[in-house]
C-alpha cells in the first residue's frame, strides 16, 4: 500500500485531473514489490466525475487483477481526522475557538444552476449530509458552481506579470466576477448550515415527512433557486407568506423590519388552482372545517418546491438584515414552518 500525496492549495484554486491521476499510476507500477492499493491524497475539493472516472478505471484494473486506485480530497482527509479528536484540535483548529474543529463534511458542485448529483444519488448524499451532521455538528458543507472553477482555470491561463494595461483590467474584472460567484456560494452555505444545524428546522424539514424523502427536494430547490434569475413570467400567479405571531418578536417596531413584512412566492396558475381544488375539497375530508391557509394544508408539491425554499431563503434574510438570531426567531414562533400563513 502506497500514499501519494498532491498539493491543490495555491490562488487561483487548482483541480486534480485525470491524467495527473494516471500519471502517479504509471509510476507507482514500477514500484517494487508490486502494490496492492494505491492511495493518493489532494487538498483539492471533492469531484464527483473524477471519482466516476476512477471507478471506471478501478474496473478495468480489477479484470487485469492489478492495483486498485484511491483517491482521498480534502473532505475525505478531513473527516478522516475527525475521528481522532486529538489529532484535530493540535493540527487543524479552524474556529474561533481555538479547540473547536470543523471539519468538510461534503462538497456539492451545480452547473448552469443545476445541482449535479441526481434522483437517488442525491437523495443518499443529502441523508448521509444529515447523519453527518449530527456526528459533527460543528462542520461546514461547500456548495461549488462549476462555473466557479472554469473562471478560476481562465484567471489561471493569463500571464499575472503583464505591465499591459488592458491585461490587468481583464485580470480586475474576472476576479471581480469570481468575487461575487463565491460570495453566492457562501451565501447557499450559510443557509444550509442554519438548516443542518438548527434542531426545529431539521425537524421540518428532514423528519416530518420522512416517508415522502421531502429533503432533497426542498434542498436541491433552494440551491438552484439560488443559483439562478427565475424567470417569473413562468409563474404569473403568487401567494403571500406571513409569520405566524409577529407579535411574539419583541424589540422590533419600525414597519421596515423584514421580519415585520409578509413575502411573495411565484407559482404556476396550475399549482395556484390546485391550491384553489384543496380548499374546495377540505370541508369534505375534514368534517365541514374550513382551511386555516396554513403552510401545513398547502399541496406537497408546492409547499416542498416553492414555498418552503422560499421561507428557508427569507429566514436567512431575516437573519443577515434585521440582525436577529435563529434562537429569538424560534422563540417567536418563524421557525414552526408549518404554522406560517399564506393569503392570495
Not at 203 to 215: G, K, M, T, V, W
Request: net charge neutral; charged share 30%.
Amino acid at each position: 500500500m502506497v500514499y501519494n500525496a498532491k498539493k491543490k492549495t495555491n490562488w487561483p484554486e487548482k483541480e486534480l485531473k485525470l491524467s495527473e491521476v494516471i500519471s502517479e499510476i504509471d509510476k507507482a507500477e514500477k514500484f517494487t514489490p508490486s502494490l496492492k492499493e494505491f492511495y493518493i491524497l489532494t487538498t483539492a475539493s471533492s469531484d464527483a466525475k473524477l471519482q466516476k472516472e476512477i471507478r471506471k478505471l478501478n474496473d478495468s484494473r480489477g479484470k487485469k487483477d492489478t492495483f486498485l486506485v484511491h483517491v482521498l480530497f480534502w473532505g475525505d482527509i478531513v473527516r478522516k481526522i475527525s475521528l481522532y479528536p486529538l489529532v484535530a484540535s493540535k493540527h487543524f483548529s479552524l474556529g474561533v475557538n481555538s479547540n473547536e474543529f470543523t471539519p468538510l463534511l461534503s462538497t456539492w458542485y451545480t452547473k448552469d444552476s443545476r445541482v449535479e448529483l441526481a434522483n437517488e444519488e442525491w437523495s443518499i448524499a443529502v441523508k448521509k449530509l444529515f447523519e453527518d451532521f449530527y456526528d459533527w455538528p460543528t462542520g461546514h458543507v461547500v456548495v461549488r458552481q462549476r462555473e466557479t472553477d472554469k473562471l478560476i482555470e481562465e484567471i489561471n491561463g493569463i500571464d499575472m506579470t503583464s505591465k499591459e494595461t488592458d491585461t490587468q483590467i481583464k485580470i480586475l474584472e474576472l476576479r471581480a466576477k469570481l468575487r461575487r460567484m463565491k460570495e453566492n456560494e457562501n451565501y447557499i452555505q450559510k443557509v444550509l448550515h442554519n438548516i443542518f444545524r438548527n434542531e426545529k428546522l431539521r425537524f421540518y424539514i428532514f423528519e416530518l415527512n420522512a416517508e415522502r424523502d421531502d429533503a432533497p427536494l426542498i434542498l436541491k430547490a433552494v440551491i438552484e433557486s439560488s443559483f439562478s434569475f427565475v424567470d417569473v413570467s413562468s409563474r404569473p400567479s403568487k401567494i403571500r407568506l406571513s409569520p405566524p405571531t409577529p407579535e411574539l418578536l419583541t424589540g422590533l417596531r419600525s414597519s421596515f423590519r423584514i421580519a415585520l413584512s409578509p413575502f411573495s412566492v411565484n407559482i404556476s396558475d396550475s399549482e395556484f388552482n390546485d391550491i384553489l381544488s384543496a380548499e374546495l375539497h377540505f370541508p369534505k375530508n375534514h368534517y365541514g372545517n374550513e382551511m386555516c391557509q396554513q403552510v401545513s394544508e398547502l399541496p406537497f408539491s408546492i409547499r416542498r418546491m416553492y414555498v418552503i425554499p422560499a421561507l428557508i431563503r427569507w429566514l436567512h434574510r431575516i437573519l443577515h438584515e434585521d440582525k436577529i438570531t435563529l434562537e429569538e426567531l424560534d422563540a417567536a414562533g418563524y421557525l414552526d414552518i408549518d404554522s406560517w400563513k399564506y393569503q392570495y
